[in-house]
């Protein structure tokens, strides 16, 4: 009785691995808070609900523009960031979007507000911008 070939059989087990539905990034955790008083409060949230990772923050007040943003991305599973925008209005913080990404490759880097474009933008290590927010509503 003759053997199957392994050819075969390897390329119908790569096309079931590359043609199944990729998993799509999910929701940041629910109960964000939506508006504080100072950043202390947002970021005890997050840092409570990270699960596994490790949040980054970033304040910046560019112009008219006074925006917050923390986000966190899990050291295991999908490789997805997790974001929460906040905007300063009226003495409080105000949060402005709560969502994800996942990148192509890689993991984000760093944030930062382009007050000419007024968005925040999530940088990977090449300089690449995996995400945009617009902060327009931020401003004064």
């Known amino acids: 009785m003759p053997h199957p070939r392994p050819l075969p059989i390897l390329l119908a ?3 079931a691995i590359f043609a199944a539905p990729r998993a799509q990034a999910s929701t940041p955790p629910e109960g964000a808070p939506r508006s504080a008083a100072k950043v202390d409060e947002i970021k005890a949230w997050v840092e409570l609900h990270k699960g596994l990772g490790s949040p980054d923050f970033l304040e910046a007040h560019v112009r008219d523009l006074h925006v917050f943003a923390a986000w966190n991305i899990p050291t295991s599973g999908l490789n997805t960031t997790y974001y929460w925008v906040y905007c300063r209005r009226a003495g409080a913080w ?3 979007k709560a969502s994800s ?4 490759e ?6 930062l507000v ?7 933008r999530f940088v990977g290590p090449k300089e690449e911008t ?3 927010v617009s902060v327009a509503a931020c401003g004064e």
């Not at 890689?106 to 944030?111: E, S, V």
């Open 114 to 120: 382009d007050p000419v474009k007024r968005e925040l």
């Open 101 to 104: 990404f996942q990148p192509a």
């Open 130 to 132: 995996f995400a945009t």
């Open 13 to 15: 087990l790569a096309l």
């Open 94 to 96: 105000t949060l402005l």
């Open 106 to 111: 890689d993991q984000t880097r760093y944030a």
